[in-house]
């Protein structure tokens, strides 16, 4: 079975880290591209960073950039996300997602399998 | 950065309604556009993929359309299971932008 699953949650205190962990399953991981996802309480959802198959690119959001960082480890077919310098607004359920494989000659697809999600709750 | 807006924020319909949501780009994506139905606790599901392309397992009472800047979710027949929210998503850049979602509520 294709799956995700991401751990590393919890309660961190402002201006603290946490690094959340995203282990795949069931497909060949070296080959995906993989994103995070955040949706804080009651909002809708925020894509926050993205990284490549060989884990050579990546990007993120300005809401992010400069405090997370993602990477990858393909033997261990799991993505990570640091999150450093957390703020109260960080708060929310993040979701790792891989996208469908593309076909053709476009490079990017839309995802197709997500993981449950794992809760991080920034306060003091 | 491509920003994506959806129009309603909030729909409000009866079973068997057919019922349209809209997003526009705020600069042209051609056809890399998704749509995704969410409910409450759970992770996003796939509806529509490069605009009008329907998922595997996805009732054909869903379909897409669009390029360019503006792009619709059709509905077009409300059963009780659609009531949930809807996004879209860009992916003509690496920066995957969602809307900030459609809430299909019952009538």
């Known amino acids: 079975e294709v799956q995700l699953v991401e751990s590393g949650g919890g309660l961190a205190q402002p201006g603290g880290s946490l690094r959340l962990s995203c282990e795949a399953s069931g497909f060949i991981f070296s080959n995906f591209d993989l994103i995070w996802v955040r949706q804080a309480p009651g909002q809708g959802l925020e894509w926050i960073s993205y990284i490549s198959s060989s884990g050579r690119s990546m990007y993120y959001a300005d809401s992010v950039k400069g405090r997370f960082t993602i990477s990858r480890d393909n033997a261990n077919n799991s993505v990570l996300l640091q999150m450093s310098s957390l703020r109260a607004e960080d708060t929310a359920i993040y979701y790792c997602?891989?996208?469908?494989?593309?076909?053709?000659?476009?490079?990017?697809?839309?995802?197709?399998?997500w993981g449950h999600g794992t809760k991080v709750t920034v306060s003091s | 950065d491509i920003q994506m807006t959806q129009s309603p924020s909030t729909l409000s319909a009866s079973v068997g309604d057919r019922v349209t949501i809209t997003c526009r780009a705020s600069?042209?994506?051609?056809?890399?556009l998704a749509w995704y139905q969410q409910k409450p606790g759970k992770a996003p599901k796939l509806l529509i993929y490069e605009a009008s392309s329907l998922e595997s397992g996805v009732p054909s009472r869903f379909s897409g359309s669009g390029s360019g800047t503006e792009f619709t979710l059709t509905i077009s027949s409300l059963q009780p299971d659609d009531f949930a929210t809807y996004y879209c998503q860009q992916y003509n850049s690496y920066l995957y932008s969602f809307g900030q979602g459609t809430k299909l509520e019952i009538k």
């Open positions: 600069q042209s994506i051609s056809t890399w």
């Open positions: 997602s891989r996208p469908r494989p593309t076909s053709g000659w476009y490079p990017k697809s839309a995802f197709d399998i």
